[in-house]
């Protein structure tokens, strides 16, 4: 009796053991059921903020094309409205796209002036003839109108400066080699407190007798003694009488720039060009041609791959023998191709005076120098008569053997230094000589 009842509390237990296993593992399922429902919402709910964010994400990036668009678009806007201005159309090829040669001769009608090109030399390309075009645009200072005096002179070429400056920011045009010459203006603006002005000296456009004329100015010699003092004299034994705007501190140079009266004297590249060439390289004292032979030699030794090149020949030392004017172009295009700094007597004026940031209220021509330079005396309360031209060293001007110089050199170099000096041809409106043109078309 007693062993039936021990069995059947066997028997109930495991029963008892068996129900709450199945009852447990019910609980389990409905456990990981409930854990399963669980992760699936939160998974569809993450994809659904995954999915927001990419459409987020794509407005952003399609909000953030239109604003690119409009920035092209505004920046294409900028020039056709700077070509409208200047009464110029011109299509211009895209950026590092190569320009298809010609299979006729091109014929550029810029103001009734007829360029053509000879299909046997495809020197000027369509981004060349929007330059000569942009040049020979009515517009221009200079360019054959007739202005009732010098103020109404100097206030065209101002104007016209401006706009330049103005577009050529817009656009992203930058002078080459930039970089050596960034604060370059600060050595060359020239200080006088008493007539509240900065005259931006340039080398070889009349910077002696500007020279002269402050030495009066700051009571170094009698004003009456003005023309009469060296040329030696100017540079070497009152050097240290000019005032030049790095002297002063920059919020001290801001002031200055903002408030005083600031003007220079420019001149066609070409002629400048030629000029510091024939000065510096033929100068009577061989010390000093000596001296920027060196120069030459210093940097084809920095940049002694530039020998190597086929065609070029480069010579070894260039000292003791005369310096050919192709191979000094072939230095200045070298000099801004490479970056390297270049003597002032050669940069370009735009880049020792940069017009553009310092904002320049007076532009002279040596063309009209006299008459220029008279006005802005007269602006600036100065009673000292600007000296006469005594100093050269050549009978003939500049101007009547450019020709003479520039013919003999090939044309891919020609288009080199084109390609250097026309930001200054642009940025002061010097009409680009016929016979260079010629040069570069025949």
């Known amino acids: 009796m007693k062993k039936r009842a021990n069995y059947g509390v066997l028997v109930f237990a495991f029963v008892t053991m068996l129900f ?12 990981e059921a409930s854990i399963i429902e669980k992760l699936n919402n939160e998974n569809k709910a993450s994809l659904i903020q995954e999915e927001a964010s990419m459409i987020v994400t794509q407005q952003q990036l399609m909000s953030k094309n239109i604003i690119q668009d409009k920035d092209i678009n505004q920046k294409q806007h900028t020039k056709k409205t700077f070509d409208t201005i200047l009464d110029v159309q011109v299509e211009r090829p895209e950026k590092n796209a190569e320009v ?13 002036d007829v360029v053509k090109v000879n ?28 202005y009732k005096n010098a103020k109404e002179r100097l206030k065209s070429r101002k104007s016209w400066m401006e706009s330049t ?5 817009k656009a992203g045009y930058k002078t080459p080699n930039m970089k050596p010459f960034q604060d370059e203006y600060k050595k060359h603006y020239m200080v006088n407190h008493d007539h509240r002005m900065l005259y931006c000296y340039l080398p070889k456009v009349a910077n002696t007798n500007f020279r002269r004329v402050i030495l009066g ?22 050097d240290d ?7 002063f501190t920059e919020r001290q140079q801001q002031a200055l720039l903002h408030t005083y009266i600031k003007f220079m004297v420019v001149r066609d590249p070409l002629e400048r060009l030629l000029s510091g060439y024939r000065n510096k390289y033929f100068h009577p004292n061989p010390n000093h041609v000596d001296e920027f032979l060196r120069k030459i030699n210093v940097f084809y030794q920095e940049h002694g791959y530039l020998r ?17 004017f192709q191979e000094f172009l072939i230095f200045f295009t070298d ?108």
């Not at 090149?309 to 050919?324: A, H, Y």
Request: aromatic content about 16%.
């Open 217 to 238: 100015l700051e009571g170094v010699v009698p004003k009456n003694k003005v023309p009469n003092v060296d040329g030696y004299d100017v540079y070497f034994k009152y």
């Open 308 to 324: 190597d090149r086929i065609g070029i020949p480069i010579r070894e030392d260039f000292r003791n023998v005369s310096l050919q």
């Open 119 to 146: 299909p046997q030399n495809k020197i000027l390309d369509r981004y060349d003839e929007y330059w000569f075009k942009w040049l020979d645009n009515p517009n221009m200072p200079d360019s054959g109108q007739v």
């Open 20 to 31: 709450v296993f199945r009852r447990a593992s019910q609980l389990n399922k409905d456990k």
């Open 100 to 112: 298809q040669p010609q299979k006729d001769a091109v014929i550029v009608e810029a103001q009734k």
């Open 165 to 169: 400056c103005k577009y050529m920011i």
């Open 335 to 442: 000099t801004y191709d490479e970056e390297a700094f270049l003597n002032e007597h050669f940069t370009l004026s735009s880049q020792l005076c940069d017009p553009c940031k310092t904002k320049i209220n007076f532009i002279a021509k040596y063309d009209t120098l006299y008459e220029d330079v008279d006005y802005i005396f007269q602006e600036l309360k100065i009673d000292i008569p600007f000296p006469g031209r005594n100093d050269n060293y050549y009978v003939n001007k500049t101007t009547d053997v450019e020709l003479q110089y520039y013919k003999q050199i090939p044309k891919w170099l020609l288009r080199k230094v084109w390609n250097i000096v026309k930001y200054d041809y642009v940025i002061f409106g010097f009409k680009v000589p016929h016979w260079f043109k010629q040069l570069l078309t025949l």
């Open 241 to 247: 009488k000019y005032t030049y705007l790095q002297q």
